[in-house]
């Protein structure tokens, strides 16, 4: 992580001052992510894997013939300080779009507030299937995976392998985690339909003991525990549960974090699963050339997904804006509706109606070693092809925005 920072300070450069002369007129583009507080890791993430690409596109000869310029600001995680950073950004600093990962409600806010401004917002992270459905706009385009995508992929890999027909749920107690619950067994139920929800529990954000959840699972008889945590309360599910004998497998639908696993002192997270749209070690000739490139930008340091999403959602942004030939909105708009790329795990399309990134993704399964760790990490064990996880946008709340 110090490597990650001392990094951050020498691409600092090329995230000029708003009010710095530059030698040619710069296109701005801005991220809107935590950069303070308990927070600020995943944000300085971000930067890091979009001032990547900012250099790229740059070194390429720039957007349109003209310098790109990454502008940031801190948005505390707070959805009515990210909506006024974001008037800021785009009135004050001149920004032609506004990316942000970190928090759905972070990015529901700034999503309703776009239409006022007509400029592209890039939700790089943000999982809420709502975003792409009942609360779409044309100015919204999400460049990675949604809840319902992450949960269908999961899906996939248990209905594989019949000897896991019995699985127990338990989740956050707000509206993503009761995302997950919904979406997993909708998906499970549809891919295997003997499959047994033995439970389902709902527990609160940053909870401190899971024992009462995990006698509940081991006396459920599950065969596997379906999780969409993240942070201390993934951390705490797998080490308490291994800690009180819970011995099956659990499978995270936001344990592609290299982080997370380095929390774990020794091998609890071991045989465990994670899904992600990216993890080292695919073993294609671009995503090899990706993580050579950001080993040597970070001086040592394996790429997290993060990075990867921060430098994918900036080079297909500028794609889009390639295609368009132009910054004209309506232009933009279109190309990015049908934009088709390849980042580095295969071919993306984003999907015109609704603006959902299709793109491949991947379980993971956690082993002892891999060349990119001293502890646990994912060994990818399914790819699961973009067109076996699309859906009908109608079926998830997408409607025909009206006021464009």
């Not at 806010?109 to 917002?121: E, G």
């Not at 996939?156 to 985690?177: E, P, T």
């Not at 499959?195 to 529990?201: A, L, M, R």
């Not at 040597?296 to 959602?313: A, F």
């Amino acid at each position: 992580m110090k490597k990650i920072c001392l990094v951050l300070m020498v691409l600092s450069v090329l995230v000029m001052p708003v009010g710095q002369a530059a030698a040619a007129d710069p296109i701005r583009i801005g991220l809107n992510e935590p950069l303070s507080g308990p927070f600020k890791t995943n944000g300085d993430r971000f930067v890091f894997g979009m001032s990547v690409a900012v250099e790229e596109i740059n070194k390429a000869g720039g957007l349109l013939g003209r310098p790109l310029e990454l502008v940031t600001e801190d948005n505390q995680m707070k959805p009515e300080i990210a909506v006024q950073k974001m008037k800021k950004m785009i009135l004050k600093d001149k920004c032609e779009a506004i990316f942000q990962a970190s928090s759905s409600s972070v990015a529901l806010a700034l999503a309703q507030a776009m239409p006022r401004y007509k400029k592209i917002y890039v939700a790089m992270a943000a999982f809420a299937v709502a975003l792409t459905g009942e609360h779409f706009t044309p100015y919204t385009f999400r460049t990675d995976a949604n809840v319902a995508i992450l949960a269908k992929t999961m899906a996939y890999h248990f209905a594989s392998m019949k000897k896991y027909r019995k699985v127990y749920l338990l989740n956050q107690d707000y509206s993503y985690g009761h995302d997950v619950a919904t979406y997993y067994e909708k998906f499970i139920k549809e891919l295997a339909p003997n499959t047994e929800i033995v439970g389902k529990d709902f527990h609160p954000v940053f909870n401190k003991d899971f024992a009462p959840y995990i006698s509940k699972i081991k006396a459920s008889g599950a065969d596997y525990l379906l999780t969409g945590n993240w942070g201390t309360d993934l951390i705490q599910v797998i080490l308490q549960g291994k800690n009180l004998g819970m011995n099956i497998p659990v499978a995270a639908l936001l344990m592609g974090d290299i982080n997370a696993l380095a929390a774990m002192p020794g091998d609890e997270a071991v045989g465990n699963y994670g899904v992600a749209s990216f993890f080292l070690g695919l073993g294609t000739e671009n995503s090899d050339r990706i993580e050579k490139l950001f080993h040597e930008k970070s001086g040592g340091t394996w790429p997290l997904e993060q990075l990867w999403i921060g430098y994918k959602s900036v080079l297909m942004y500028a794609a889009a804006v390639e295609k368009a030939g132009s910054l004209d909105i309506e232009k933009v708009i279109k190309a990015f509706e049908t934009l088709t790329y390849d980042p580095g795990t295969g071919p993306v399309v984003m999907r015109t109606k609704d603006h959902q990134l299709m793109q491949p993704m991947y379980v993971g399964q956690v082993v002892k070693k891999t060349k990119y760790a001293d502890h646990p990490y994912h060994k990818v064990v399914r790819k699961v092809p973009a067109e076996q996880l699309a859906y009908e946008p109608e079926a998830f709340g997408w409607k025909p925005y009206k006021g464009r």
